[in-house]
């Protein structure tokens, strides 16, 4: 197995686990604080999610070209400079993040908390959870160096094992101190949110743990190399730094894109749904959306995006070659796989949106919570249509345009999120989103069929397929409901959701599956994988 197979495997797969775990985490932390502790979660957690995306997305990426670059050449010296002054470079930032965020987090909660008369939360206790969450500021930007730098030596252990390692040891550490204070204590929802909160910065220290020992085992190899150099590009620091942050701007403005979108929820919902006499739900509603629901609606966008972008290295090559013919295979291919997988999930979703949330969270307030995850389930075929045409830029070299798809898309949010909410209440927010989002997506595509004349004849044929074999889904799933929905009960019984979700994503995704399989479209877009399922059609 080659370096760059076993590698793309170790970090797919320790990115799959991280979500995955950072979704069931919330099943237990919901029952313990509710969705108004979800909602006050998100007060500390989008603002600082914005600022160490761009410390741990963008730069690391950065650093891993540049050190894999030099080394080819034989440089190891100029390798060990760029990781040396990017470390420095990200603790002085890191500090300036976490002093901004520290100092800064009282006005902020002031400015997203607008009537503390209004909601459970007040004022004093979103300044807090801010406070505790910027602690992780300090280590994180730093440690995101060393993942590039080993990863510029194809090493993908450190970074996949470290991942997996804070997520953990973060998610114990949330665990334990809310039930501590929730149950053993009896503490308060805002104290327990608050240490949840700082488990960042503990799963962080986890990580570094982690990372050390791999620095202390890879050392001497790394000083070999080093002893046997024999020239150095004499390439001025100030230079190194510019290249850098030049090259990882664009992978920065991609990563934060969802949580500015939610950065816009938070700092106008309150004001929003006071405007429009429902204030008293508002922090229900938020949890809700950007909390509990997200994390669902964002597993079938990492699971379709992870298969999709595996193409896209080789997009690259294609495009350098100028080889037009595979190139729009690659691209269609990258397209086809998020629409076949993520729009019966989506779909499915939002026809099981009740029994979902009620399923994994409980049923308390299901009327609210339920309802926004059905209207928030298809704007994941958005994200994840986002993050393939993002990346399928990158690859034509037209990464910048990425950035002139999120400003658009941001501002059709900030312009039309306030007035949305005013018509259409807590969901008039989702449909800011996805607004935004489908304005990005919009433009990313005319980017890519304008900049090398791609044809989509192929991709709307089969998207008009998969629709169709979803629109038979969602008959299944409601003749499904309707059956168990004569002895079962969602909104009054777990247990009755549990049992209706099962039963429904059972017999809607066999239909779905049936009939790509009998069409051939999974055989076309999936390739020779789906031959498994002769098991089970075959038989």
């Not at 400015?111 to 008369?117: H, T």
Request: net charge positive; charged share 10%.
């Amino acid at each position: 197995m080659s370096n760059i197979v076993r590698g793309t495997m170790l970090l797919t797969g320790a990115t799959f686990l991280s979500k995955f775990l950072g979704m069931i985490y919330l099943i237990p932390f919901n029952t313990l604080v509710g969705e108004t502790g979800g909602a006050l979660y998100s007060f500390a957690y989008i603002p600082y999610n914005i600022l160490i995306s761009i410390s741990t997305i963008g730069v690391p990426l950065a650093v891993s070209k540049f050190v894999s670059k030099y080394n080819a050449l034989g440089d190891y010296e100029t390798g060990m400079r760029i990781y040396k002054a990017g470390i420095s470079l990200m603790m002085v930032t890191g500090f300036i993040a976490f002093l901004g965020l520290y100092f800064g987090a009282e006005p902020l909660a002031k400015f997203i908390i607008a009537n503390e008369n209004v909601g459970a939360i007040s004022r004093e206790e979103g300044a807090m959870v801010i406070r505790m969450v910027s602690f992780a500021l300090l280590i994180i930007p730093a440690m995101s160096i060393t993942r590039g730098f080993f990863q510029g030596y194809e090493s993908m252990g450190p970074t996949a094992v470290s991942q997996v390692v804070e997520q953990i040891i973060r998610i114990v550490f949330i665990l334990a101190a809310t039930f501590i204070i929730m149950k053993i204590i009896d503490g308060n929802v805002a104290t327990a949110v608050g240490f949840s909160a700082f488990a960042a910065f503990v799963g962080a220290l986890g990580s570094c743990v982690v990372l050390w020992y791999y620095w202390r085992k890879r050392k001497p190899h790394i000083q070999k190399r080093l002893s046997q150099q024999k020239f150095s590009h004499a390439i001025p620091t100030k230079d190194l730094i510019t290249e850098l942050f030049r090259y990882a701007g664009p992978f920065v403005i991609v990563g934060i894109a969802t949580p500015l979108y939610q950065l816009v929820d938070t700092l106008t919902f309150q004001r929003a749904m006071i405007d429009i006499g429902q204030g008293d739900n508002y922090d229900t509603a938020l949890g809700a959306i950007n909390v509990y629901g997200h994390k669902l609606v964002i597993i079938p966008v990492t699971i379709a995006t992870g298969l999709s972008l595996a193409i896209l290295p080789a997009l690259t090559k294609s495009f350098t070659n100028n080889n037009r013919k595979v190139m729009n295979q690659q691209i269609n291919q990258a397209l086809q796989i998020v629409l076949v997988l993520v729009v019966p999930a989506a779909v499915g979703l939002t026809m099981l949106s009740d029994s979902a949330y009620g399923a994994l969270y409980g049923t308390h307030r299901l009327d609210i919570t339920g309802s926004l995850l059905g209207w928030y389930a298809p704007v994941a075929l958005l994200f994840a249509l986002f993050t393939v045409t993002s990346s399928i830029l990158q690859g034509i070299n037209q990464q910048r345009f990425a950035v002139i798809s999120l400003t658009g898309g941001l501002l059709m949010k900030i312009l039309f999120n306030i007035q949305l909410i005013h018509m259409f209440g807590a969901k008039g927010a989702i449909f800011g989103t996805a607004l935004a989002v489908g304005t990005a997506v919009a433009l990313n595509l005319w980017r890519i069929g304008v900049s090398i004349r791609f044809p989509f004849k192929q991709t709307l044929k089969r998207f008009l397929l998969v629709c169709i074999f979803s629109i038979i889904m969602c008959i299944t799933i409601w003749i499904t409901k309707a059956i168990f929905g004569t002895f079962l009960e969602v909104e009054g019984s777990r247990l009755s959701a549990i049992i209706m979700l099962i039963a429904g994503v059972g017999a809607g995704a066999g239909v779905y599956l049936w009939f790509a399989y009998e069409s051939t479209l999974l055989d076309r877009v999936l390739g020779s994988k789906v031959r498994v399922l002769d098991k089970i059609f075959r038989r």
